[in-house]
């Protein structure tokens, strides 16, 4: 197996590091781009997403490539809860469109774990879908990463 390059910031993580590589995960999910995505953690990566439990990138690869061609117009924000040296709380909401039409706000939880060279070793995720109207939607930026100027969770309300 070929050695990983490091994926900094690395542990142990500061507070800028840590909010960091949580700006880096949101722009990163919201290419939609499971191959680019499924690079962020260990080739054995552990998850737990909602019910769902993934063992490798090859399952993180698949999982995402689903779930992106079932919830379209998907957008996400995430924000630092809490930090230590090798691990990262994040609270989160995404916006999506289902197959019939009805859009939805996602909010969660993430635990995140890291391993020596910054990639997840662990990823633990609770999350709850409340249908909203689309005139309730707050995420609209284009397609792809939120722009820098664009209000966070907390800005937001939410």
Known sequence: MTPQAPRPPLPPFSYEDAVRKVRMAEDAWNTRDPDKVALAYTPDTRWRNRS????????VRDFLARK????TGYRLIKEIWAHDARRIA???CYEYLDATG??????????????????MAVRHASINDVPIAETDRKFRWPQGPRPADHP???ELGL
């Open 152 to 154: 966070g969770l907390t």
């Open 52 to 59: 769902e439990f993934l063992n490798g990138r090859d399952e």
């Open 90 to 92: 994040v609270r989160f």
């Open 102 to 119: 009805q859009w939805f706000r996602a909010h969660g939880n993430e635990n995140w774990e890291f391993d020596d060279l910054g990639y």
């Open 68 to 71: 992106w061609t079932q919830e």
